[in-house]
């Protein structure tokens, strides 16, 4: 079955870096499209980012663009999320998620605080 595992949240001073992983299994990742997703309190859930099936194409939430890069690695079934320059805005719990078999697939999420 889909699994979805993420990890690597935390509490980041502003302006700092993050790495999140999202660890799959389950499902053809090499020939997926994975995304970043997240989720403020009281706030509903959002797109952050998009990485294509080998990597060369990659979409971000103009929020994010040019702080928050999305990367994979097809030999691990790994996408990350590397953030940097966070705001304290950024403080959700983020989700990786993909769409299989018209089904929508999401991990349990890893919380992200930014605090000074």
């Known amino acids: 079955q889909v699994q979805l595992v993420e990890s690597g949240g935390g509490l980041v001073q502003p302006g700092g870096s993050l790495r999140l992983s999202c660890a799959a299994s389950g499902f053809g990742f090499s020939s997926s499209v994975m995304s970043w997703y997240r989720q403020a309190p009281g706030k509903e859930r959002e797109f952050v980012a998009s990485?294509?099936?080998?990597?060369?194409?990659?979409n971000y939430a103009d929020s994010v663009k040019g702080r928050f890069t999305v990367s994979r690695d097809n030999a691990k079934t790994t996408v990350y999320l590397q953030m940097n320059i966070v705001k304290l805005e950024d403080t959700a719990v983020y989700y990786c998620?993909?769409?299989?078999?018209?089904?929508?697939?999401w991990g349990q999420g890893t919380q992200v605080t930014v605090s000074s």
């Open positions: 990485i294509s099936p080998a990597g060369a194409r990659k």
């Open positions: 998620k993909v769409f299989k078999g018209q089904v929508e697939y």
